[in-house]
């Protein structure tokens, strides 16, 4: 009942940083299990306000790096004036997360209580500047990982449960966010390995954390951002160091995967031969080596090369022309492209009956 439960009350990344923004007298705490991409919100709402970021980890605060008491000689009195991370000395709005609040020691989340505050919100001696918007993240309960908060603390926030975005939702943001071409294609493979332990019947899938597993490595958004950052710079070390560095952080399992897609990667007939020759350049037969071509191209569209590009992908199968042309229809930059381009309205048009 409280995994449906759980599953059933979620809200995605847009949802949250709507909520968020809409109110921002409220304080919210996004709970979701590790790698979901819960503090990264805090930069959407950062540029969508134009007002700095003071990203505080709060499990690594002491009470001195949250304020300090400062002697007033003339009137014989104290004050606690707030640690500059806080940007809190100009005055102005700022975005604040407290990032993994509830994995904070008790005596420091109580000093950062009185910001949760809807009235008069502050900070030791410093009001927190109006408009300003502080929110907080966290793990969920079921993911063990050692998150606590009082019942006082609850009456004062609102919390959202953060859903882990799916294989679908996930590329869409991949795309328009310079995440290897391999690394959209493993996804687009193997969609479950963003699955959620919460989803039910996960017990058998190696590739996704489990809080009550003992393991190595998993695969998740952050996770797959971080291999991807490992993979754009593979032509600097050995493929043994590569596929080690890969099962260092998402396990084995997932090692081999991506291993075998980088094998399929460096077989691919090279671009310069697709853009020139579209119609008699080899299209290759394997699944695999198709998924890494197709994000491969995704990746090069411009509005010069769109047309030889499609021309190339006509001579594959269906499915692959339908993954190219919805993912660069949902491209938040390369879609305008798409939309004013000869060759894609006219594969739309031939193709509708299959999107």
């Known amino acids: 009942m409280q995994n449906t439960l759980i599953e059933t009350l979620t809200v995605n990344h847009d949802q949250a940083a709507a909520l968020i923004l809409a109110n921002p007298d409220v304080r919210y705490m996004l709970q979701g299990e590790p790698g979901v991409g819960k503090s990264m919100i805090s930069k959407e709402i950062a540029r969508a306000t134009g007002y700095p970021l003071a990203m505080i980890d709060v499990p690594n605060l002491d009470l001195g790096d949250v304020a300090m008491p400062v002697i007033d000689h003339e009137s014989r009195t104290t004050r606690y004036y707030p640690n500059s991370r806080f940007m809190l000395q100009d005055g102005k709005p700022v975005v604040i ?8 020691a008790d005596p420091v989340k109580n000093m950062l209580h009185p910001m949760l505050e809807v009235f008069d919100p502050r900070l030791g001696d410093v009001r927190i500047p109006e408009g300003s918007i502080i929110f907080m993240t966290g793990n969920l309960g079921t993911d063990g990982v050692g998150d606590s908060l009082k019942a006082h603390s609850k009456q004062r926030i609102v919390r959202l449960n953060l859903a882990k975005p799916n294989a679908a939702l996930w590329l869409v943001w991949a795309a328009a966010n310079g995440i290897a071409p391999l690394v959209m294609a493993y996804v687009d493979r193997y969609p479950h390995c963003l699955a959620s332990y919460l989803d039910g019947d996960q017990d058998g899938n190696e590739l996704i954390f489990h809080p009550t597993k003992p393991q190595d490595g998993c695969l998740s958004p952050r996770v797959l951002e971080i291999i991807s950052r490992i993979i754009k710079q593979r032509s600097l070390f050995d493929a043994h160091s590569l596929h080690a560095a890969i099962a260092g952080i ?9 291993s075998a897609f ?84 006219d594969w739309a048009r031939d193709n509708e009956d299959l999107l």
């Open 97 to 104: 997360c407290l990032d993994e609040f509830t994995k904070g």
């Open 250 to 258: 998402g396990g084995r399992s997932a090692a081999e995967g991506f």
């Open 262 to 345: 980088i094998r399929h990667q460096d077989s691919l007939p090279p671009f310069v031969d697709i853009e020139k020759n579209p119609a008699t350049t080899r299209v290759p037969e394997e699944p695999g080596a198709l998924a890494v071509l197709t994000f491969g191209l995704l990746e090069r569209v411009t509005a010069e090369n769109l047309g030889a590009i499609l021309t190339y992908l006509r001579r594959a199968d269906e499915e692959w022309q339908c993954i190219f042309c919805i993912n660069l229809a949902r491209h938040k930059i390369k879609s305008k492209i798409a939309f004013t381009n000869r060759a894609f309205t």
